[in-house]
């Protein structure tokens, strides 16, 4: 099977790993919207006693929250280094997570159905071929379960703000961390849902704003957003 991954992107994560846990690093911004999310994924799910698949879990931010509600949580990814961050974390937390190195393709053919509850957060816009990590997000939740995704829209607005503003202006991000092209419109991660057999529930925007250097929820998706899915029963 060819690996759905852009070993050039795989690469940025490892370079950067050993500064995953450090709030005020390049991952400030996954520490800030974390617990934004976490209530977000939390409310639609409910999440202590399930089992939970977060895809792309890098240094295991959402892992170790939702492990932290009371989720039994694996985590994959094809970082080592970002894995290896994860489970060291894990000493310091007290937090139980199964890390593996792992592509969703590949787990999907070993454990399909297996998971009440899947995530993808920020990974979408980092792999070759977004469609088919949705199609094996799809064939790792049981049917009636919940997949949840996030990454960035494709327009003027989301290159100025997530590219222009984000790395180059503030200096939140590193440069080259995102690239445009990838990019996918709230419109064609929908398709890619139905075509796989999610459901798309409610769409949700997640904005920053530079003035009070905070971010909330709502309904505007122009620039990054989230959506919750379910597996047809
Ligand atoms: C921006 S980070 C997001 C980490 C985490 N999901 C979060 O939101 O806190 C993107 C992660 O996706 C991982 N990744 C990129 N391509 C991947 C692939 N094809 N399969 C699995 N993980 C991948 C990277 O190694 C990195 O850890």
């Known amino acids: 099977m060819n690996t759905n991954a852009d070993p050039a992107e795989l690469q940025k994560f490892s370079d950067l790993a050993h500064r995953w846990w450090d709030p005020t690093s390049e991952f400030k911004p996954l ?9 977000w994924i939390d409310g639609h799910a409910d999440l202590a006693g399930k089992r ?4 792309g879990c890098g240094g295991g931010i959402l892992s170790e929250s939702m492990a932290a509600l ?27 997570v199964d890390y593996q ?3 969703a393709e590949e787990f999907a053919s070993r454990h399909p159905g297996e998971f ?4 993808c957060m920020e990974m979408l816009e980092h792999v070759p071929d977004p469609a088919s990590t949705v199609a094996a997000c799809a064939g790792l939740v049981r049917p009636g379960g919940q997949v949840f995704f996030s990454t960035l829209n494709r327009n003027f607005k989301s290159y100025l703000l997530a590219v222009v503003g984000a790395e180059y202006i503030l200096n939140l991000l590193p440069r080259g961390t995102h690239e445009y092209a990838k990019f996918i419109k709230p419109s064609e991660l929908a398709r890619y849902c139905r075509n796989a057999g999610l459901e798309s529930a409610e769409l949700l925007g997640m904005s920053y704003n ?12 122009s620039v990054n957003y989230m959506l919750q899915t379910r597996r047809e029963a």
Not at 31 to 39: D, G, W
Not at 52 to 55: A, K, Q, T, Y
Not at 84 to 96: C, D, M, Q, T
């Open 31 to 39: 520490h800030e919207i974390n617990p934004l999310r976490l209530r």
């Open 52 to 55: 939970v698949l977060d895809i």
């Open 70 to 96: 009371g989720a039994q949580v694996t985590g994959i990814d094809l970082s080592d280094k970002a894995l290896g961050v994860a489970r060291l974390h894990l000493f310091e937390s007290g937090n139980k």
């Open 101 to 103: 190195h792992c592509s």
């Open 116 to 119: 009440d509850v899947v995530t």
């Open 210 to 221: 530079p003035l009070t250097q905070t971010y909330s929820l709502g309904q505007d998706t």
